[in-house]
């Protein structure tokens, strides 16, 4: 059995000439069910948390991360918008599970006010900023060497920590993707951080996003989260999901066997699908 369990209608609309192509290519590549995890970036709801948490300055990650938040794919549904297009595929038999991907908002009294109200099959929280800082805007990678790598490291662990302790999620979406331009610590100074990672998943009842966006969306060119994390998930057994990233139709699916043959090498060889938050553990 296989799924794919994150991907993005963003860049089209919640119209099913738009869908209809994830779910053509999802049967294409064998897959009994994909699940939909809009950003939360794509909602009004969430528009003032943004404003909140990114640098907004006059620097040059101010000034980017400004024009970010104005582009035309921001801010532009309200949830109720996607339950009804989602709710919609699902009365029509569609293969779909109802997902999203939220932000490590340091506001997460408000995020989880904003989510409440919705009945999602399972909730996605991904890590990208870190102290304000997009981390994975490729005309902002220069900070990766302006700074110490390994603070960025342990940043960025914590801010894993800190929505993992709120309870409140599913799934860690993507861990240590900031691996994604090739900027990789001495192995030595961030395997303490590691472990407590997954011991903090394993506390929150947590599972891991296995991602291959990173294999073809950026350099690194890598399955993620990548293998010195992935015997930690192993050891302290994580369950995992597997996942493409796509954004187009054209990405579904994309080196999903890959991925189920990556976890298999650690020994894990079920995946988690997903039901109103109830989870169940299939054979790959």
């Given amino acids: 059995m296989l799924n794919d369990y994150h991907m993005h209608f963003e860049y089209g609309s919640y119209k099913d000439e738009f869908a209809n192509p994830f779910f053509e290519q999802a ?15 794509g909602f009004k709801e969430f528009k003032d948390l943004y404003y909140e948490e990114l640098i907004l300055d006059d620097s040059e990650v101010g000034n980017f991360q ?21 709710d919609s595929l699902k009365k029509r038999g569609y293969p779909v599970k109802w997902g999203i991907e939220v932000c490590n908002f340091k506001n997460q009294k408000k995020a989880q006010e904003i989510l409440s109200k919705y009945e999602f099959d399972y909730l996605i929280v991904s890590i ?7 981390f ?23 801010e894993i920590e800190n929505v993992a302790n709120t309870g409140y999620y599913d799934v860690l979406g993507h861990p240590f993707n900031l691996r994604l331009f090739k900027n990789i610590p001495n192995p030595n100074e961030v395997e303490d951080l590691l472990e ?65 043959e990556y976890v298999k090498k650690f020994g894990i060889d079920e995946i988690v699908t997903f039901d109103r938050r109830k989870r169940t553990l299939e054979k790959i």
């Fill in 66 to 86: 400004k024009k970010w938040l104005e582009q035309k794919t921001k801010f532009v549904h309200t949830l109720d918008e996607y339950k009804d297009y989602i």
């Fill in 128 to 134: 990208h900023f870190i102290k304000g800082w997009g």
């Fill in 27 to 41: 049967k294409k590549m064998g897959l009994n069910e994909i699940g939909i995890t809009e950003h939360t970036h």
């Fill in 196 to 260: 407590n990672t997954a011991k903090v998943l394993k506390k929150n009842n947590m599972i891991v996003d296995v991602n291959t966006g990173t294999s073809y969306r950026y350099p690194i060119k890598e399955i993620t989260p990548y293998e010195d994390f992935m015997k930690y998930v192993k050891e302290y057994d994580i369950p995992v999901i597997l996942s493409s990233d796509a954004h187009y139709s054209e990405h579904v699916g994309m080196n999903i066997k890959e991925a189920a």
């Fill in 136 to 158: 994975d805007f490729s005309a902002l990678k220069h900070k990766f060497t302006d700074e110490n790598l390994t603070q960025i490291w342990r940043d960025y662990a914590k």
